[in-house]
């Protein structure tokens, strides 16, 4: 941010325990895939001396990305915390995924940061989900900056690309989106690109060529300094507009000049506060350099510019019971309030817990009580126990590097916390206290699997509990209708990475098979059934006779029993059995075995006999009245039809209804929503929408986001009932 001329890297990365909040910083990176966050990292990584060559840490492994996974994916699948030193200052950097399938991660990361680095690709621009998440951050007030990366590519243009990030996230105010430095072009390639070689400081008019691998700070020449000055003043009034001193901008157009270090002061103020978003420009290393371009006036930004953690609203934070409280956040000395933002498996080290200290300080061997609520609907236990904190580190790629304590506003890593589960709170054991969860996308793309062998059924359960524990945008499903096991996951990708952890991670291999939705069977029509159950072999026989009546009742009725016997045809007794026997028939089906339902079933008229009649033979013979009666009647399917909300830009709008039409939608409605884009609520069949989520990603470029929530069940149209039950007799 002053532009000091560094000349060497800072201290090696070692692990350190921060001594006091205000020597924190933590940032995530985010962007879309490809944009360059962890090239970045790795770049701000060897600048800081944390790594002995780009991206490698000493024994030879990635410092981002190290996982097998990541590898064989050749992308980014889970936060990872980067920890570096820069003038004193322990910067956590949390290099999130920028695939949309693993939003989860990213969420994690944002709840751990207090700033946030948007990495935007000058080859290929700002994309609708990277400004949705910038409007999200701006709804927190999250200080934010933005890093141009990709300069090397042809037809980059760092000018333009800055334009482009002013209109995309300045809003009312693109002037508040201004770089800080302009790149300092070399000779001409072949191609006629000229490369990238150097940086000059808007506000010191100083320029820093890194040509030699090392940062070099010298005078600009007569040929910068025309569009430096124009640069340099629309920077100046940028910082003094979001000035607190209301006397700074009349002052500057009274023709004062303002002092740098006042500039420079109010610039750093602007950006903690999270009303002024610097442009900067980076990029790696190149072979044998110590500095990426830009790297060390990032992370001057960082230390100087983005919030300590005291500067950070305090979470909502509650008794288990759910009773207020105050904290003095961010207190070392107040009592412990910390929490699980991502949680892994080691093969070695079992489950490793990357947590966020809010308030207080976390010990080794210090015992702990773990909460965890509000995530049962997705397969997770709500849960109150105590448990020992293991070896506490901080992770510097495959490696753990031990600490003996954490402070409040830093992160580190716990070992073996058995119970303890993404989103869950720590807290002092004699005062366990609960953070208010953060908001996470629903699971909406089913993934249906079953164990490939009889081992594979031994481990499924323990491997599915360990997979929903570390990820809570999955949802685990045991469909008591379908008897299906369902992996609710955010989209393919997601579900791939979830069947390799399963497989590589908790050696069970399972195989995909097709989702079922739950569908329902009601008669058409009015029908009588005769159910006639007489036995004799010898002995105490079995006789029962029952006669009833169905007739199909509104949607949502469920069965209705009547009971209209006279004259004591069926005795008083018998009556529960036969209205147990029809309940049971029903749950089983009548026609394509799905449960029967908005019925009433009246029981007419039957035969007892004193001896052979018993609970067991009435239940039988109501069983096989209802099947009788199904037998004469017309049997309905019915499918079940959801409430969907679409939130999409406006110029998806006719695409995304004409495609709801096509699934057999009904639009019920539309609004018109801020952002430029428009809310479409559908009734739309389940069978419809079981690749929903990959669909309209693909449809809206991957801007449109939705929800469903179960509505009813209805008739399903005679041709696709048709289709079903060839389905059903094609599988049996």
Not at 222 to 247: F, H, K, N
Not at 499 to 514: A, F, I, N, T
Not at 618 to 625: C, R
Not at 678 to 686: D, G, H, K, Q
Request: charged share 25%; hydrophobic share 40%; glycine share 10%.
């Amino acid at each position: 941010m002053g532009d000091k001329a560094h000349t060497h890297p800072g201290a090696a990365g070692r692990a350190t325990a921060a001594d006091h909040p205000t020597s924190v910083r933590n940032v995530v990176l985010v962007g879309h895939s490809g944009s360059g966050k962890t090239t970045l990292v790795e770049a701000l990584a060897l600048t800081a001396g944390a790594v002995n060559r780009a991206g490698r840490v000493e024994d030879g492994g990635c410092v981002s990305d190290y996982d097998d996974m990541e590898h064989r994916q050749q992308r980014s699948v889970q936060l990872s915390l980067v920890p570096v030193e820069w003038d004193g200052i322990k910067i956590n950097l949390l290099d999130t995924p920028g695939y949309a399938d693993f939003v989860g991660e990213l969420r994690a990361g944002l709840r751990a940061a207090d700033a946030a680095l948007f990495v935007v690709s000058a080859s290929d621009g700002v994309d609708g989900t990277t400004r949705m998440l910038w409007e999200e951050c701006a709804a927190v007030g999250m200080p934010r900056a933005i890093v141009i990366t990709h300069l090397e590519a042809a037809r980059a243009d760092f000018e333009e690309m800055t334009r482009i990030c002013a209109e995309a996230f300045g809003g009312d105010d693109p002037d508040a989106v201004l770089p800080l430095y302009l790149p300092l072009h070399g000779p001409p390639a072949p191609d006629g690109h000229a490369p990238v070689t150097g940086l000059v400081g808007l506000l010191s008019r100083k320029l820093f060529d890194y040509a030699s691998g090392e940062r070099l700070a010298s005078e600009p020449g007569e040929a910068e300094l025309p569009q430096l000055d124009e640069a340099r003043s629309m920077l100046i009034e940028g910082i003094i507009s979001e000035s607190e001193d209301e006397t700074l901008m009349e002052r500057y157009l009274g023709g004062e000049q303002v002092d740098v270090k006042t500039l420079i002061e109010d610039l750093e103020r602007a950006v903690a506060r999270g009303v002024f978003f610097p442009v900067l420009a980076a990029a790696p290393a190149t072979e044998g350099a110590r500095q990426g371009l830009g790297t060390v006036e990032l992370l001057d930004l960082i230390t100087r510019g983005f919030p300590t953690p005291l500067e950070r609203a305090a979470p909502r934070v509650t008794t288990p019971e759910g009773a207020g409280r105050e904290l003095r956040m961010c207190d070392p000395e107040e009592s412990l309030v910390a929490e699980v933002v991502k949680t892994s498996s080691d093969p070695y080290v079992g489950r490793i817990s990357m947590v966020r200290v809010f308030s207080g300080t976390l010990r080794a061997d210090q015992t702990v009580h773990v909460s965890g609520h509000g995530l049962s609907d997705r397969g997770h236990e709500d849960h109150d126990v105590d448990e020992r904190i293991g070896a506490l580190s901080t992770p510097f790629g495959k490696q753990q590097r031990p600490v003996t304590h954490v402070i409040a506003g830093d992160l580190a890593c716990v070992a073996k916390l058995t119970r303890a589960e993404t989103g869950d709170t720590l807290s002092a054991k004699d005062d366990p206290l609960l953070m208010a969860p953060w908001e996470m996308p629903d699971p909406l793309l089913p993934l249906a699997i079953e164990a490939h062998s009889k081992p594979d059924e031994d481990k499924l359960s323990q491997g599915l509990a360990r997979l929903v524990a570390e990820d809570p945008t999955m949802r685990l499903e045991h469909n008591q209708d379908t008897h299906q096991v369902v992996l609710w996951c955010l989209g393919e990708a997601h579900a791939d990475v979830a069947l390799e952890r399963l497989r590589s991670r908790y050696g069970v291999q399972v195989d995909v098979v097709p989702h079922r939705v739950s569908l329902r069977e009601t008669f058409g029509d009015r029908a009588a059934g005769r159910g006639r159950h007489v036995k004799q072999s010898g002995g105490h026989g079995q006789y029962a006779i029952c006669e009833i009546e169905v007739e199909p009742l509104p949607g949502g009725s469920g069965i209705e029993f009547v009971d209209k016997v006279v004259g004591g045809a069926v005795p008083r007794q018998f009556i529960p059995s036969v209205e147990k026997g029809v309940r049971t028939q029903a749950a089983k089906g009548v026609a394509a075995g799905h449960p029967l339902i908005d019925v009433r079933i009246t029981l007419l008229d039957g035969k007892a006999h004193s001896v052979d009649s018993s609970d067991a033979t009435f239940q039988t013979a109501g069983a096989l009245a209802l099947r009788e009666a199904a037998a004469e009647a017309r049997i309905h399917l019915l499918e079940p039809v959801a409430e969907v909300s679409v939130l999409v830009g406006d110029d998806y709008v006719g695409a995304v209804m004409s495609d709801l039409s096509g699934r057999r939608g009904k639009v019920l409605g539309t609004e018109q929503t801020s952002g430029g884009r428009t809310l479409i609520r559908a009734e739309v069949p389940e069978i419809e929408i079981g690749r929903y989520a990959v669909d309209l990603r693909s449809l809206s470029h991957g801007t449109a986001r939705f929800d469903r929530r179960y509505a009813r069940h209805e008739p399903m149209p005679a041709q696709v009932a048709d289709r079903m039950r060839e389905e059903v007799r094609a599988a049996s």
